[in-house]
């Protein structure tokens, strides 16, 4: 069992920044591949980041690719994701997610249907 709890949500303007934080705990978090997805109103929930169990690999979204940088510190069972540049349409709820699954030392997922346990999510909302 994985209890993921997700803060660091709020309003912000367009051009800003916020880091959201993962808290992971129950099992072993270091051994598993984490990943963000947001979804807004009306919308699928689609995938942001992804990051494998120690770092070393990372991987985003199109839409997010070099504004957001996703991280994680074991020690700490956090997984984090920095949002820079923020724009109107990254308004959304945003997700942490754990992938039990394991398919070599740098596996992420970027299907939601692999991730096996999610956090309630905390609101981003980017004002124009």
């Known amino acids: 069992q994985v209890q993921l709890v997700e803060s660091g949500g709020g309003l912000v303007q367009a051009g800003g920044s916020l880091r959201l934080s993962c808290a992971a705990s129950?099992?072993?978090?270091?051994?598993?591949?984490m990943g963000w997805f947001r979804q807004a109103p009306g919308k699928e929930r689609e995938w942001v980041a992804g990051?494998?169990?120690?770092?070393?690999?990372?991987g985003y979204a199109n839409a997010v690719k070099g504004r957001f940088t996703i991280s994680r510190d074991n020690a700490k069972n956090t997984v984090y994701l920095q949002m820079n540049s923020l724009k109107p349409e990254d308004t959304a709820r945003y997700y942490c997610?754990?992938?039990?699954?394991?398919?070599?030392?740098?596996?992420?997922?970027?299907?939601?249907?692999?991730?096996?346990?999610w956090g309630q999510g905390t609101q981003v909302t980017v004002s124009p």
């Open positions: 129950g099992r072993t978090f270091a051994s598993h591949a």
């Open positions: 997610a754990a992938d039990l699954s394991y398919n070599g030392p740098y596996y992420y997922s970027t299907e939601r249907d692999d991730y096996d346990y």
């Open positions: 990051i494998n169990w120690n770092g070393g690999n990372t």
